[in-house]
């Protein structure tokens, strides 16, 4: 249903001309999963430049979608749900997440490719842009459901030394040449994934600290991560005060973030919302 219902929008889209991109789950049927039972997915996942986004909110809404009252970039109608960001890194919710890459976005939709998807156009992330992009996502949601691992690893699976190579230079040129190494530490030691040899001594050029190893073996002991482990992988390259503006940042997101954290908040104020973070941090760090 969700590959009619997505071809049922892209139509219209096609037809006003609005560049959408597939990302995550959706952006890997017929790329690496031939069958859609061999990839469950919940909900399709869209990135659209924000001079594309009320189109595709009108599109969606003539199709009988509503909003979600929390958030606001997911509509719904029946069992199909769409995630629609206008940045590729989230920053549409985060600001500061803009810093996880070192150039713009539409430098990186420049890059994007058009497909067909079930006889529909739409966009896609290249190849190397898509495992930079599912690492992230990775890492960002710490790391918590080890089929986004898998996806990377079907991506990546019959690559040569040149497209490790090319991964490199792409992940050098964003800024985020450290996040495939803790890619590749957690393939290998949960899928015992190996690289051409080559492609080996190009990750373990990244060296990876003692205390980000803890993180990441924490995770492939089967413990869940702490709240701050992904704010300190995903930052990893980034100076001082940038770090510190994402730390802050993520840890107190603005007054409508908090009231998707907290459902049932809508009419507190802000000064409640932040106490409610206070001690839900609190609660974290006793827990950790």
């Avoid at 990302?23 to 469950?40: E, S």
């Avoid at 009108?58 to 960001?85: A, C, E, H």
């Avoid at 373990?204 to 993180?215: A, D, H, M, Q, V």
Wanted: aromatic share 10%.
């Amino acid at each position: 249903k969700l590959i009619h219902d997505l071809k049922e929008v892209l139509k219209p889209v096609n037809r006003k001309n609005i560049q959408v991109v597939l990302v995550q789950g959706i952006a890997l049927l017929g790329q690496i999963y031939n069958d859609i039972g061999l990839r469950p997915l919940t909900d399709i996942d869209l990135w659209v430049l924000g001079r594309g986004y009320p189109g595709l909110v009108d599109v969606l809404m003539s199709q009988g979608y509503q909003r979600d009252r929390l958030y606001p970039n997911t509509f719904r109608k029946g069992s199909t749900i769409f995630d629609i960001s206008t940045h590729l890194l989230w920053a549409d919710r985060i600001r500061t997440r803009k810093l996880l890459i070192s150039k713009g976005q539409e430098h990186i939709y420049s890059d994007t490719q058009i497909i067909q998807f079930e006889g529909r156009k739409a966009r896609s992330l290249n190849q190397y842009d898509q495992v930079l992009f599912l690492s992230l996502h990775v890492l960002k949601h710490s790391v918590s459901r080890l089929i986004w691992l898998v996806d990377i690893k079907s991506l990546v699976g019959s690559w040569d030394t040149s497209d490790w190579e090319a991964l490199v230079h792409r992940a050098q040129e964003v800024g985020q040449e450290k996040i495939i190494v803790y890619i590749w530490f957690l393939l290998r030691h949960l899928f015992d994934f190996h690289s051409p040899l080559q492609g080996r001594q190009l990750l373990r050029n990244g060296n990876i600290s003692l205390l980000e190893k803890k993180i990441l073996s924490r995770r492939m002991n089967g413990e869940p991560l702490t709240l701050w482990a992904p704010l300190i992988l995903l930052s990893s390259g980034m100076g001082w005060a940038h770090r510190f503006a994402f730390f802050w940042e993520n840890l107190f997101p603005g007054p409508e973030i908090l009231k998707q954290v907290f459902p049932g908040s809508a009419n507190s104020k802000v000064w409640q919302l932040y106490l409610k973070r206070v001690l839900q941090l609190i609660g974290m760090i006793k827990m950790s």
